[in-house]
C-alpha cells in the first residue's frame, strides 16, 4: 500500500512539475525572467524582491542596487573575487550550508555564477535537508539573484522546473562584458576591493532576511 502511495505522489508531482505556467517578468529595463503569475513583490532596504510559490519549491529572484560609488571592476579576477567572496557569505551565515557544484556560466554575454546550498537541520530540527540553488548576476550597477528552494528529496522531480527557470533569465542586448569588468588583464584592482567588501554584504543580509522570513511563515503554518 505505501508503495501505491509513494508512486502516485510521484506521479502527481512530475505532473504539477511540467504543468508549471511561468510568467515572463521585467525586473527592470535590461532583466528579464519566469516565475509564477502569483508572485508577490516588495521593496527591502532598497531593493526590489520577487518571490513566488513554484509546483515543486519556493523562487526568489533581488535586484539589489550596488553603492552609488561603486568602482567598475578592472579584470575578470576582480569579478571571480566578487561572485567568491558572495558564496562564501552566504554559505558562513547559513550555519549548517555547504556550497555544492560551485560553477560558471553564461547568461547573454554576461559571466554568472552558479552554485547549491545545502541546509541540513535534521540533526536538530528533524525537518528534510533543503535545497538551494543559486545564479548569481553582477554588474556595477546592480547585482540580480535567482534562487529556487526546495527539499532534498525532491531533487530528481524539480530538474525540469530549474531548467525552465534557469533558461528564462534574458538580458537586454545593452548589456555587455565591460558592464561588469572592463579589461582582460588578470589580477584583482584596488576598486574592486573597496566595491567587495563594501557592497556584497548588503546583498547577503538582503538573502538573509528573505529566507529567514521564508522559514518563519512556514514554521507558522506547520
Do not use: C, W
Amino acid at each position: 500500500m505505501k508503495k501505491i502511495i509513494l508512486s502516485l505522489t510521484f506521479i502527481l508531482f512530475a505532473t504539477i512539475g511540467f504543468s508549471q505556467v511561468l510568467k515572463p517578468v521585467k525586473i527592470d529595463s535590461l532583466v528579464t525572467v519566469s516565475i509564477p503569475s502569483n508572485f508577490v513583490k516588495k521593496d527591502t532596504l532598497g531593493q526590489q524582491i520577487y518571490s513566488a510559490n513554484g509546483s515543486l519549491g519556493y523562487i526568489v529572484v533581488i535586484r539589489a542596487p550596488n553603492a552609488p560609488n561603486n568602482k567598475p571592476l578592472n579584470k575578470e579576477r576582480d569579478l571571480n573575487h566578487v561572485l567568491k567572496t558572495y558564496i562564501d557569505g552566504i554559505q558562513h551565515q547559513s550555519h549548517t550550508g555547504s556550497v555544492m557544484n560551485p560553477r560558471d556560466t553564461t547568461i547573454g554575454s554576461l559571466k554568472a555564477k552558479v552554485f547549491t546550498l545545502r541546509i541540513d537541520n535534521s540533526g536538530s530540527t528533524g525537518e528534510s535537508p533543503q535545497l538551494k540553488y543559486f545564479i548569481l548576476l553582477y554588474t556595477q550597477e546592480v547585482t540580480y539573484t535567482f534562487e529556487y528552494n526546495y527539499p532534498e528529496q525532491r531533487s530528481e522531480l524539480v530538474k525540469a522546473d530549474l531548467k525552465a527557470f534557469s533558461s528564462s533569465i534574458k538580458l537586454a542586448p545593452d548589456l555587455k562584458r565591460n558592464d561588469q569588468y572592463i579589461s582582460n588583464a588578470k589580477g584583482l584592482s584596488f576598486g574592486a576591493k573597496v566595491g567587495i567588501y563594501g557592497g556584497l554584504p548588503l546583498v547577503i543580509i538582503i538573502v538573509l532576511i528573505v529566507v529567514n522570513r521564508r522559514k518563519k511563515r512556514l514554521a507558522e503554518e506547520a
